[in-house]
C-alpha cells in the first residue's frame, strides 16, 4: 500500500508546473526554429536568390538633366530615384532612429528585446519591427497578408531576409535603400522624389522639420498623405520631433520651436505633364526610344528608360528654360485678352475669312486627328457611334489662363472652343556651340501637345529674306549701303522659273526713291527684295537654306519665296540664324550631351556636326544688315521708349524694353496675319518665336496686331530681359566679331537720314 502511494508521488512530481513550463517553452522555441529552418529552405515559398539581394534596387527612373545640373524631367513607371547615403543629412537618420528603430546600430535585423517587449505586452507598448524587417518587407513582399496565418509566415521570411540582408550589407546601405525604397505616395517613390515633390528641393536641404515629416510618413503614408490630411501629418511630425528630443537628437526648446512650425509644404509634382521644359522632355523621350533601339546592350537586350535609372544630360539651361517659359506665358495671357476682345463681335470666332461650311470642315479634321477618335476607333466603334459621342455632353476640365476650369461641354465644342487660343513657340541656341538652351514647344503642353519648336512648321514670312540678302552679298559682293529703286517690280511669267507674271506689292503702299540694302531689309520692302531675287536665282538662295539646316526638298525654286512662302520649324530657322551668328558655319542644333546608366557609364557622347556654309565676311555683311532692323526697322521697339502709338499698344507686353547693345533680328508677318515670328541674336545667343493660331483661319483682322512685332517680339524681349539680369549666364552685350580683312563697306552715314519711323510701317508680305 504504502509503495503504491509512493509510485503514484513520483509519477506527479514528473510534471509538475516548473517542469511543464520549461517543457512547453523547449517545443515552443524548437517548433519556432523549425519554422525558421523550414522556411530558410523554401518549404514555404520561395526566398530572394542570391542575384536579388545582391541587387534589391527596382524600377529606377531615367533622370533628364540640365546643363546647369538640375532634374528638370524623368521618365519612369515608378518615380524612385536613388541617393547615396551621404546626401541624407544628420536629422534625417536621427528621425528615422528615434521613430522606428533606436537600436538599429546594435542588433543583426531582429531587435530580441523589442521582440520580448512586443510578445509580453501584444504590441501596446511598440512593434518589433526592425529598419532591416521593413525593408525586407518592402522589397520583397509583394502584397501583405490579410490572413493571420499566412501573415505570420510573411513575417517569418521576412525576419530571414532582414538578417540576410544584415549579412551583406553594412548599417549604412540599409539605411540608404528604405529611405530609397519607401513610397511616399503621390509619385514621390523614395527619399530624393519625395523631398523634391514636397518640399522641392534636394534630401540634402531638407530641415529638421521636414526631415521629421517624412520620417512620420513611414508609419502609413495613405494616412499621412501631406495633401490630403495635413492636420494629422502634423500631429505625426510632433511625435517624430517629441521622439528625437527623447533620445536626445535635439533639445527641448528645439522641439518646441519646430512643434509650433506649420508643415510649409511646396509642392511640386513631377509628373509627365507637370514641371518645366514639358516639350522638351517629349522630345527627349522620342530621342531615347530611337537610341534604345538603336544601341542594345552586350546581350541583346534594350535598355528600359521607364525602369534602367539612365541619366540623360541635357544642353538645356534651368534657368533660361524658366526665363523662356514665363515670357511666353505673361505675354500670350495679354495678348489672347485682346484677341478675344477683338473676337466679340466676330460672327465666325474664332475663325476669320472662312464660310461656316469651311469651320464644319476645319472641325471635323480635328475630331479625326483626336485621341479620343483614335482610342473610339481601335476599340472597334463604328464611324456613326464614334461621331455621335462628340455630341453627347460631358464633365471635362478645359485650359484657361486663369487655370483649369471644370465644366460641361460635347467634346465638338471643346474642339472650337480650343481653337481660340493663339499658341505660342520660342528655342534659343548657343550659335557657337549648337547648344540649345531653352525650348519651348507651346503654351500648355497638358492641353496643346503639338510641338512648335520641331514638329510643326509654318510659313516664315520676312524671316526668309534674310537668305536673300545674303546670297546677293556672298554672290555679287553687295553692301548695305547700295541703293536700289523702290519703284513697283515686276519678274515676268518664263523667267526664274515663274508659270505667270509676279509682281509683289510693298504692304504700305509707298513707293519711291532709292533705297539702301539696309533700309529695304530694316523695313522688309517687298520689291527691293523681288529684285534681288531676279538678280541672284531661287536655286542658289535654296542652296544657302540648305547648308544652313533647313530642309528644303519642298521649297518651290520660285521668286516668291523671297517673301516666306515656305512653311519652316522654328528649329530649322534657328539653326540656320545661327550660322550668321557664328561667322558663316553652320553648328546642327543639339539637345542631348550624354547619356549614362545608373552605375555612370557613358553610353553616348554627342559630337557636334558643323560646316562651313558662307565666309565669314558675308555673315558679317548680313549680321549688320539685321543690326538695322532693330535700330530703327520693324524690331525698333525693342531700344525706343513711348513711340508703340494706337489702340494696339496694349497688345505689347513688357514695353518700352529699352535695350542699348547690339542686337540683329528680324520680324516676319505671313499673309492674313496668320503667323508672327521674330529672330533675335546677340553673339552669343540666338533666339528665335512663332506666335499663331492652330489653324490659319485664326488671327487678328489687323496687320497693326498681326505683326511678328507685335506677336512675337514682346516674347524675346522679356526673355532677353530676364537672361540679362541673371549675370551668371554670362548672355553678351557686346558686338559682333568684325573678322579681318573686311571689303564690303557696311557703315553708311546716308543710311541714317534714309530711316522711317517704322512703327507705323509694319512687316509687310504681300504675294
Not at 517553452?25 to 529552418?37: D, K, R, T
Request: net charge neutral.
Amino acid at each position: 500500500m504504502a509503495t503504491t502511494q509512493a509510485k503514484k508521488k513520483k509519477s506527479k512530481s514528473k510534471w509538475s508546473p516548473a517542469r511543464i513550463f520549461w517543457t512547453l517553452l523547449g517545443l515552443g522555441i524548437i517548433s519556432v526554429l523549425l519554422l525558421f529552418l523550414l522556411a530558410s529552405i523554401g518549404a514555404f515559398g520561395s526566398l530572394p536568390d542570391e542575384t536579388s539581394l545582391e541587387n534589391p534596387e527596382k524600377n529606377l527612373a531615367t533622370e533628364i538633366i540640365s546643363s546647369d545640373g538640375k532634374v528638370i524631367g524623368k521618365f519612369y513607371k515608378e518615380n524612385r530615384t536613388p541617393v547615396p547615403f551621404e546626401a541624407l543629412p544628420d536629422h534625417l537618420i536621427n528621425a528615422l532612429l528615434a521613430t522606428e528603430d533606436i537600436r538599429f546600430y546594435d542588433h543583426s535585423g531582429i531587435d530580441v528585446r523589442g521582440t520580448l517587449r512586443a510578445a509580453a505586452f501584444l504590441g501596446t507598448k511598440g512593434g518589433a519591427s526592425t529598419i532591416s524587417q521593413q525593408l525586407a518587407k518592402q522589397l520583397f513582399t509583394d502584397q501583405v497578408s490579410r490572413n493571420k496565418i499566412q501573415r505570420g509566415l510573411q513575417k517569418i521570411k521576412e525576419w530571414i531576409i532582414a538578417t540576410r540582408l544584415e549579412r551583406r550589407y553594412t548599417k549604412d546601405e540599409i539605411l540608404t535603400m528604405y529611405f530609397n525604397e519607401y513610397d511616399f505616395l503621390n509619385q514621390a517613390i523614395g527619399i530624393e522624389s519625395a523631398s523634391n515633390i514636397y518640399f522641392d528641393k534636394p534630401p540634402n536641404e531638407l530641415t529638421t522639420s521636414e526631415s521629421a515629416m517624412l520620417v512620420g510618413m513611414f508609419k502609413n503614408s495613405s494616412l499621412y498623405n501631406p495633401l490630403r490630411n495635413p492636420v494629422g501629418v502634423k500631429n505625426r511630425r510632433n511625435v517624430v520631433l517629441s521622439q528625437m528630443e527623447k533620445y536626445d537628437f535635439i533639445t527641448e526648446q528645439v522641439k518646441d520651436s519646430l512643434q509650433a512650425l506649420p508643415l510649409e509644404l511646396k509642392y511640386t509634382p513631377q509628373g509627365h505633364v507637370e514641371g518645366i521644359a514639358t516639350y522638351f522632355r517629349e522630345y527627349a523621350r522620342a530621342f531615347m526610344a530611337d537610341w534604345t533601339k538603336a544601341n542594345p546592350r552586350s546581350d541583346g537586350s534594350n535598355f528600359n528608360i521607364y525602369r534602367d535609372g539612365l541619366k540623360v544630360y541635357t544642353t538645356i539651361d534651368s534657368r533660361m528654360q524658366t526665363y523662356a517659359e514665363n515670357s511666353m506665358e505673361k505675354h500670350m495671357a495679354n495678348l489672347q485678352e485682346e484677341f478675344n476682345s477683338q473676337n466679340k463681335k466676330n460672327k465666325t470666332a474664332p475663325f476669320r475669312d472662312v464660310t461656316e461650311e469651311e469651320i464644319d470642315k476645319i472641325i471635323n479634321n480635328s475630331i479625326r486627328r483626336s485621341e479620343r477618335y483614335r482610342a473610339m476607333t481601335e476599340e472597334g466603334k463604328t464611324e456613326k457611334e464614334v461621331l455621335a459621342s462628340f455630341d453627347k455632353k460631358r464633365k471635362m476640365s478645359i485650359f484657361t489662363w486663369n487655370g483649369d476650369i471644370d465644366t460641361i461641354m460635347t467634346p465638338r465644342d471643346s474642339i472650337r472652343y480650343y481653337k481660340r487660343y493663339l499658341q505660342g513657340s520660342l528655342m534659343s541656341m548657343d550659335p557657337q556651340t549648337g547648344e540649345v538652351k531653352a525650348y519651348v514647344g507651346g503654351i500648355n503642353y497638358k492641353h496643346f501637345k503639338y510641338d512648335m519648336v520641331k514638329t510643326g512648321k509654318r510659313q516664315i514670312g520676312s524671316t526668309f529674306k534674310p537668305f536673300v540678302y545674303a546670297t546677293a552679298i556672298d554672290q555679287m559682293h553687295m553692301s548695305p549701303c547700295d541703293t536700289l529703286p523702290n519703284t513697283p517690280y515686276c519678274i515676268p511669267a518664263g523667267k526664274r522659273g515663274n508659270t505667270k507674271d509676279w509682281c509683289p506689292k510693298n504692304a504700305s503702299g509707298n513707293y519711291g526713291g532709292m533705297l539702301s540694302l539696309t533700309n529695304a531689309l530694316a523695313n522688309s520692302v517687298n520689291t527691293i527684295t523681288a529684285r534681288l531675287i531676279d538678280r541672284v536665282g531661287a536655286e542658289p538662295v535654296i542652296e544657302l537654306a540648305g547648308k544652313m539646316g533647313i530642309d528644303t526638298k519642298d521649297i518651290v525654286p520660285v521668286p516668291s519665296i523671297a517673301l516666306g512662302t515656305a512653311d519652316l520649324s522654328l528649329y530649322e530657322m534657328v539653326g540656320a540664324y545661327s550660322t550668321f551668328a557664328n561667322e558663316g558655319v553652320y553648328v546642327k542644333p543639339s539637345l542631348i550631351t550624354r547619356i549614362e546608366d545608373k552605375n555612370g557609364t557613358i553610353l553616348y557622347q554627342n559630337t557636334p556636326e558643323t560646316k562651313d556654309v558662307i565666309s565669314s565676311e558675308t555673315a558679317y555683311v548680313t549680321m549688320k544688315l539685321m543690326e538695322g532692323v532693330t535700330q530703327s526697322g520693324s524690331g525698333s521697339r525693342l531700344r525706343h521708349r513711348g513711340r508703340t502709338s494706337g489702340a494696339y499698344k496694349k497688345a505689347v507686353t513688357g514695353y518700352p524694353y529699352q535695350f542699348t547693345n547690339a542686337i540683329a533680328g528680324k520680324t516676319g508677318t505671313t499673309q492674313n496675319n496668320s503667323d508672327g515670328w521674330f529672330m533675335g541674336m546677340v553673339p552669343n545667343l540666338v533666339t528665335g518665336v512663332w506666335v499663331g493660331g492652330e489653324d490659319r483661319s485664326v488671327h487678328f483682322s489687323t496687320t497693326s496686331y498681326g505683326q511678328g512685332a507685335t506677336m512675337a517680339l514682346p516674347v524675346w524681349a522679356m526673355y532677353m530681359q530676364d537672361c540679362y539680369k541673371d549675370e551668371a549666364l554670362k548672355i553678351s552685350k557686346g558686338n559682333f566679331n568684325k573678322p579681318e580683312n573686311v571689303t564690303i563697306e557696311t557703315d553708311c552715314e546716308k543710311w541714317k537720314e534714309e530711316q522711317t519711323p517704322i512703327e507705323e510701317v509694319p512687316d509687310e508680305f504681300d504675294f
